[in-house]
């Protein structure tokens, strides 16, 4: 509205002959661009304990999280995202989510005991859950949400996600958003070249390559220089490997990326 009125002003002026008074509202009104205001947050800090249970084989659900003071509906998308993560890892299956932190440490607490009772000099199960700030640049945030649930064996589950705020708009945009229309298959390209820079950095021949085949990720972290692609344990490598991590220069996704997830 503010730009559509310098240029109604503009027009006025240039009718009474006034134009370098026309220009300069006209190089204003191009320069102005809306000012998001500051997502704040702010810590969240939760732990939980299994009581009635063997000493040393207690299970734990531990989360240090964020919410958004001045959203309130970004910081139940964080939590649900959070607790998403940690559903249907204990017993394959995939439950709705529990909808609040207690609830999914009640649950979690309630599959250790039983399984104690199978075997029981189980370890204790664990549940860790973190999300923090990964990047901030171009009114874009972007959140790390981490997860770690251990319940025997000879380790535990990690997962990674990240979630993409437009600050400008106050909600999260997916891949699908970011990418100019019919640029999927750019995508994959590009995202087929930095495998390729990824598996020659880890020095690994032709067999690793047929038995690890790269695949379609949409986990992406959109930084200034670069686009950052999580993959999770097992997806493209063995669970030594950790998560890999594949990244694509800026530069290549221009034409495929719409330019606002490009700015600096």
Known sequence: MFCEANVSIARRLAGGGVMLGTLAVLGGCQAWSPVAAKLDAERVEKSFVERGCPAGRCATVEVESLRFPGAPGL???????LLSMGSGITNGESEAPASSWEEYAQTFFGEAKAARERVPALPGYQAVFKAEVYDRHADLT????????????????????FMVIDERERRVVTLDDMLREGQTP?????????????????????????????????NVAPLADEWRVRYNAYDIAPYSYGQPELRIPAQALEGIVKPRYLER
């Open 75 to 81: 910081s139940e998308r964080l939590r649900d995202e």
């Open 142 to 161: 972007t959140v790390k949400l981490d997860s770690y649930v251990f319940t025997g064996g000879a380790h535990g589950m990690p997962l990674t996600e």
């Open 186 to 218: 750019a995508y994959r390209e590009a995202l087929s070249r930095a495998h390729l820079r990824w598996l020659e950095a880890q020095q690994a021949g032709v067999d690793f390559a047929e038995s690890w085949p790269l695949s379609m990720n949409r």
